[in-house]
């Protein structure tokens, strides 16, 4: 099946949406082990100690800003694009790069998924090209069998086409 028309790929929003309730139980944990620890030492010296837990969350809060930005900068950065005769991969937000790769080039594809990525119905999609001896793996793909179909489906005969065997 060709078509001409491209399909974009971003990576999963529900992996993204995880990774942040992940980052904001940590950054509550962690919290609450600094606001323990520094009421168990005040108490051991006598001091009084009221001003502990704001200063802990003006402390933690550009922490938690800086990886909120820093996740969120990393996931719209990068895309996939399937064409016709090739996959596209772009990422960067201010250096921005662009990586081509033919599918003739393309020998053999596998899904990976954890049983998390299974839950929220995303995966890795694994190419191998023997052109290069390595794999192409494309992280957090939402419906990577699909994916991984279209990457098939888009591959030229393998009969007629020369490869690299791997070692």
């Known amino acids: 099946m060709e078509t ?5 790929i971003h990576k999963s ?25 520094a009421q168990l030492i005040g108490q051991q010296f006598d001091y009084n100690i009221r001003l502990i837990s704001p200063l802990t969350q003006l402390l933690l809060l550009p922490v ?12 719209s950065g990068e895309t996939y694009e399937i064409q016709k005769e ?8 201010l250096k921005r790069s662009e990586k081509a790769y033919p599918f003739r080039n393309m020998q ?5 998924q954890s049983i998390m990525e299974r839950l929220v119905g995303a995966g ?13 793996v494309f992280f957090e793909v939402p419906n990577p069998h699909k994916f991984a179909e279209q990457i098939k ?3 030229p005969d393998q009969f007629n086409s020369q490869f690299i065997m791997r070692k």
């Open 4 to 8: 001409d028309i491209s399909t974009i």
């Open 13 to 37: 929003p529900v992996l993204l949406a995880f990774k942040i309730i992940i980052l904001e139980v940590l950054i509550e944990l962690l919290y609450l082990v600094i606001s323990g620890l």
């Open 64 to 75: 938690q800003i800086s990886v909120l930005v820093f996740m969120l900068t990393k996931w």
């Open 86 to 93: 090739e996959i596209i991969i772009r990422s960067g937000i």
């Open 108 to 112: 053999s594809v596998i899904v990976r």
């Open 124 to 136: 890795a999609v694994s190419v191998f090209i023997p052109t290069l001896g390595t794999d192409l």
């Open 153 to 155: 489906e888009a591959t």
